[in-house]
């Protein structure tokens, strides 16, 4: 059965990202630029960022954090603009888009759902993973989560980190 190219998304001004395409995992983030006096920047940058990936790595499959709580007006805002984008993006290329809760998020990647942005970097690194900041560790617990949960995946251990012995038994 051939591999699907995954996007996994943690969305926000600083977007962490991770893809497996082809057997192998990257990631990292992208800070979206944000200037007050042009109100449709960082809308147009995420946009074009994500088309961009899209193309770029042949994407198949997008997962991506699914928050419903916000601190305030304005991250509410742009999470709801950055959300409609990936789903009308995905819409246009025909990419299947699904998204998890944070806290289904921070369980798997943790063994608790209210894990602290510590706690999820933590984990990566127990993955062979050194992110750069917890949007990124966050990316990876998604594309985690989106991989064991796939109906494309085979049993048995078919992801590189599982074949090199890099996930402990009972986290994932």
């Not at 798997?108 to 127990?126: Q, S, V, W």
Request: proline content about 3%; glycine content about 8%.
């Amino acid at each position: 059965m051939q591999r699907m190219n995954i996007l996994a998304l943690d969305l926000g001004t600083l977007s962490g990202y991770a893809i497996e395409k082809d057997g192998k995992i990257i990631s990292g983030v992208k800070k979206l630029r944000h200037d007050k006096r042009v109100s449709g920047i960082r809308a147009l940058d995420f946009y074009r960022w994500l088309t961009q990936m899209i193309q770029e790595h042949s994407i198949e499959q997008v997962y991506f954090e699914r928050v419903y709580a916000h601190s305030g007006a304005e991250a509410a805002h742009l999470y709801g603009y950055f959300m409609h984008t990936l789903a009308a993006v995905c819409e246009e290329y025909g990419i299947k888009c699904v998204g998890f809760s944070v806290g289904t998020i921070k369980k798997f990647a943790t063994g608790k759902g209210n894990a602290t942005k510590e706690e999820m970097i933590a984990a990566a690194k127990l993955r062979g993973f050194d992110p750069q900041t917890d949007d990124e560790a966050d990316a990876l617990a998604i594309l985690f989560l989106a991989l064991k949960t796939n109906a494309f995946r085979s049993t048995g251990p078919s992801m590189p980190w599982e074949r090199a012995g890099k996930l402990p038994p009972l986290l994932f």
